[in-house]
């Protein structure tokens, strides 16, 4: 089995998320970095179809976090996690969010690790 991770960090996105009336009345920007382990059968050909494209990620990512507003980092951590472990290439993934502006002397984040079943 050849192995390899596939990262995709620094996602900055504005969105709804948290559970304070300050953080319900307007958007706030968020970091997101994913980390998918991937497994291969053999050293892949240089050509996209035979490995992850991150490019699927990040684009549902936007789609999700513009389709509502979240209460917790840790549902959002999932919910990103579901996305992809959705790529039956994913074996298992990493997902770190951090609210970038809620204190001006430090960042507030969760992180998670999800493995297929």
Partial sequence: MIEYTILL?????TMGLGIHASERAAPQRVRLDVAMDCAYDRV????????VD??????????LVESRHFELQ??????????ALANI???KVR????KLDIYP?????CEIVRARA
């Fill in 105 to 109: 002397d430090a960042r507030v984040g």
């Fill in 9 to 13: 960090e620094g996602l900055e996105v």
């Fill in 95 to 98: 997902v770190r969010s951090m």
């Fill in 89 to 91: 290439g994913v074996r």
């Fill in 54 to 63: 991150y490019d699927f990620l990040r684009e549902n990512i936007r789609k």
């Fill in 74 to 83: 840790e549902t959002l951590c999932d919910a990103v996690a579901a996305l």
């Fill in 44 to 51: 892949p050909e240089d050509r996209i179809g035979e490995v």
